[in-house]
């Protein structure tokens, strides 16, 4: 799988920002039969850890995570940019590799005491993801694992996840 997503995933460097190369992995989506591998491949590895819900990072998290937690037969929650989301929501304010953000998620969507497994497109610094966390401690649910599509290994994200989970499912490391 690992040599399948390389072989499609495309560099542009110096995108959004001098310095950065960004990994675009919308030719995953062109390949019907190798998006519907990367779902089997998240399902299959996904399901041991018994979830009861599936949260996706705007924007890019809900390219596979519906799909993934469909799949699954569990609920699909988003967590999105500050304002996108109606009615009362958790928020938290995160610092990024070139600025900040803020993201929100619907409160009441999750039980209290749910297993639930962020997803995202990417790790990187693990700066969403961390954050994506707070929003699930704050509904009183726990993070039980990560999965990727893509692991940028060298910025060592995984230190900084190791509080909210060890688990760390991802299909192309570089």
Not at 111 to 133: C, E, M, N, Q
Not at 152 to 174: G, H, P, R, V
């Amino acid at each position: 799988m690992e040599e399948r997503l390389k072989c499609v995933i495309r560099d542009f460097p110096d995108y959004p920002h001098p310095g950065i190369v960004f990994k675009d992995i919308s030719p995953v989506l062109k390949d019907v039969k190798l998006y519907g591998d990367v779902i089997d491949a998240f399902v299959s590895q996904i399901r041991e850890l018994d979830v009861d819900a599936i949260v996706g990072i705007e924007s890019r998290g809900f390219w596979f995570g519906p799909t993934i937690a469909h799949q699954l037969r569990v609920p699909f929650i988003p967590i999105r940019k500050k304002g996108k989301l109606p009615g009362d929501t958790y928020s938290y304010v995160y610092d990024l590799e070139y600025g900040s953000s803020e993201i929100e998620m619907q409160m009441g969507c999750l039980p209290k005491g749910s297993r639930v497994l962020i997803h995202d497109d990417l790790l990187a610094t693990g700066g969403t993801a961390k954050a994506a966390t707070h929003l699930i401690d704050l509904a009183g649910a726990k993070t039980v694992g990560f999965a990727f599509l893509v692991h940028l290994t060298f910025l060592k994200a995984e230190d900084s996840l190791k509080d909210s989970s060890n688990t760390i499912i991802s299909l192309a490391k570089y």
